[in-house]
Each structure stands twice: as structure tokens, then as C-alpha cells.
């Protein structure tokens, strides 16, 4: 089965500092896809980054980057040089198994950038 | 260039009455899907399309239905409101190479009374 756990259901960072948001998964597929989605207060499902089971770099996205350790099983998002705009919901998705690239989330991280 | 577009944005039903969430992607995409979210759960697959004529359940399909005659549309039915279906619902649309994103539409907030 598979299973995406994000273990922090609320982080804080001040602004300008560095945050990491946790992402664990489990999966018996060999080929599988991570993503992260940024949910503001305004409701909408923002894609920031994504990173394939067989990519050999850390996905990066401007100041997103995805700290990706196969043997571990985790993904975490690294957010740079946090800024207030980033203050939302951040959840972590896993590509399912069905055939239209069905996301499986995670149940969310609410980060709070303080000024 | 609109995306995924979802209507209505709000809406009240009583417990037992029927409506159809619309969604409609100009993307040209072979994949739909309707989530629903709820609070501390993340978002849930319902059901989904991998093209026109084509359709599967999900996570949680029961009380929903839905149909997928053009690749540009994918309404999702409730056939009986109850008030479990309060909830934030989604659509999203894929293309079909397994490294691309899903687009979302941006969410049809439903409550049933």
C-alpha cells in the first residue's frame, strides 16, 4: 500500500530564515513520483516542485528544494530565505499506482513565516 | 489560458438534494480526477478518467457519480447530498507523461445541511 506521513502538523520560521517540511513515504513501486503543493489561505493547490524515483539530483525550484533520500523513504521540502508570502498549507504527494497519475497526499504542514 | 475551471465556487444543499459540480480543462489533457478535502485529511481521490468514455473509482466514490463525454469535461454528481459530503472539492487534470503535475481547479466549497 502506499503511504505518504508528514509528522508536522504546524512549523513556524522567522522570515528570511530557512525551513524544512518533513515528508516520509512507503511504496513497493520501483517507479514512483513526489510532489509537493503550496495551499494558501485563498484555497487553491499550487505545484512547486516534483522529484522522480529515478532522478539523481535533489529537485530544485527556485528557492524550493527537495531534500530526496531513497533509502530513507523521505522528501523533505527545504523552503530558502522564507518570506511572509510563504506562510500556508504544504502537502506532500506520492504518484498512485492507477493509471491517470493519481496523487495520494499527505495530511499537510501548516507553516506560519513570522516578520 | 484558464486551466481548470470549477463552478460553482459556494454552495448550500439540503440533505437528499442533487447537484453537479462542473470542471472543464482547456489543457488538452488525457487525465481528470475529482478530489475531496476535508480538515486534518489531506485531499482523497473520489474517482478519475484516463480519457473520454473512460471512467474509475477512487479512494471514496460512494454518493458520487460521474461521466467524462469530451476530454475537456468531467462533472462530478451527487446524486443524495448527505451532510458527510461537506467538504472542499476539487477537480485536477493531468497530462499523461508520469513526471508532470496535476493543475487544480480552484474548489467548490459544499455544504450539505
Known amino acids: 500500500a502506499q503511504k505518504i506521513t508528514q509528522t508536522q502538523p504546524g512549523m513556524f520560521v522567522q522570515e528570511k530564515e530557512a525551513v524544512t517540511l518533513d515528508c516520509t513515504y512507503d511504496?513497493?513501486?520501483?517507479?514512483?513520483?513526489l510532489f509537493w503543493y503550496k495551499q494558501p489561505s485563498s484555497g487553491e493547490m499550487i505545484f512547486l516542485i516534483y522529484?522522480?524515483?529515478?532522478?539523481?539530483q535533489n529537485a530544485t525550484e527556485g528557492r524550493y528544494s527537495l531534500n530526496f533520500q531513497k533509502a530513507r523513504k523521505s522528501a523533505n521540502l527545504v523552503i530558502s530565505a522564507s518570506q511572509l508570502g510563504d506562510s500556508a498549507m504544504y502537502f506532500c504527494?506520492?504518484?498512485?499506482?492507477?493509471?491517470?497519475?493519481?496523487?495520494?497526499f499527505g495530511t499537510g504542514t501548516r507553516l506560519t513565516v513570522i516578520p | 489560458n484558464a486551466g481548470v475551471t470549477q463552478t460553482p465556487k459556494f454552495q448550500v444543499l439540503k440533505t437528499g438534494q442533487s447537484m453537479t459540480l462542473q470542471c472543464a480543462q482547456d489543457?488538452?489533457?488525457?487525465?481528470m480526477s475529482w478530489y475531496r478535502q476535508d480538515p486534518g485529511m489531506g485531499l482523497r481521490l473520489i474517482h478519475y478518467?484516463?480519457?473520454?468514455?473512460?471512467?474509475d473509482q477512487g479512494e471514496v466514490p460512494n454518493g458520487y457519480n460521474v461521466s467524462r463525454s469530451t476530454t475537456e469535461d468531467f462533472p462530478l454528481r451527487l446524486l443524495s447530498a448527505a451532510p458527510s459530503q461537506t467538504s472542499v472539492y476539487f477537480c485536477?487534470?493531468?497530462?499523461?507523461?508520469?513526471?508532470?503535475?496535476?493543475?487544480f481547479g480552484q474548489g467548490t466549497r459544499l455544504t450539505v445541511v
Open positions: 485536477a487534470s493531468t497530462a499523461q507523461r508520469r513526471n508532470t503535475e496535476a493543475f
Open positions: 511504496t513497493s513501486d520501483p517507479s514512483y513520483g
Open positions: 478518467s484516463v480519457g473520454a468514455g473512460i471512467t
Open positions: 522529484q522522480g524515483s529515478y532522478d539523481q
Open positions: 489543457m488538452n489533457h488525457e487525465y
Open positions: 504527494a506520492m504518484r498512485g499506482r492507477t493509471g491517470a497519475n493519481n496523487l495520494f
